[in-house]
């Protein structure tokens, strides 16, 4: 069955760096587009980034473009999100996400938190 797990979240300083990983399993990874969403306490899970099947095209939020960077290893079935001059605001749970037809697939998240 679809897996996506999340690794790589933590705690770090403003202005620090944190690189996520999302390592997929069950369903033919190089053939997707690969999302990663975020969602902060109380507010709505937003879309931060995605990554076409290739890697030769991504999308970025507004919010984090020119900090983040989105990448994948179709040879290790992983998706990375490089994050760098990390905010307070940053603070989220992130997830990745499939979409394959019409189901919809998470993995369960890793926390990250941008304190002092």
């Known amino acids: 069955q679809v897996q996506l797990v999340e690794s790589g979240g933590g705690l770090v300083q403003p202005g620090g760096s944190l690189r996520l990983s999302c390592k997929a399993s069950?369903?033919?990874?190089?053939?997707?587009?690969i999302g990663w969403f975020r969602q902060a306490p109380g507010k709505e899970r937003e879309g931060v980034s995605c990554i076409v099947s290739s890697g030769d095209s991504t999308y970025y939020a507004d919010s984090v473009k020119g900090r983040f960077t989105v990448s994948r290893d179709n040879a290790k079935n992983t998706v990375f999100l490089q994050m760098n001059s990390l905010k307070p605001e940053d603070t989220a749970v992130y997830y990745c996400?499939?979409?394959?037809?019409?189901?919809?697939?998470w993995g369960q998240g890793t926390q990250v938190t941008v304190s002092s």
């Open positions: 069950g369903f033919t990874f190089d053939y997707y587009t």
């Open positions: 996400n499939l979409v394959a037809g019409p189901f919809n697939y």
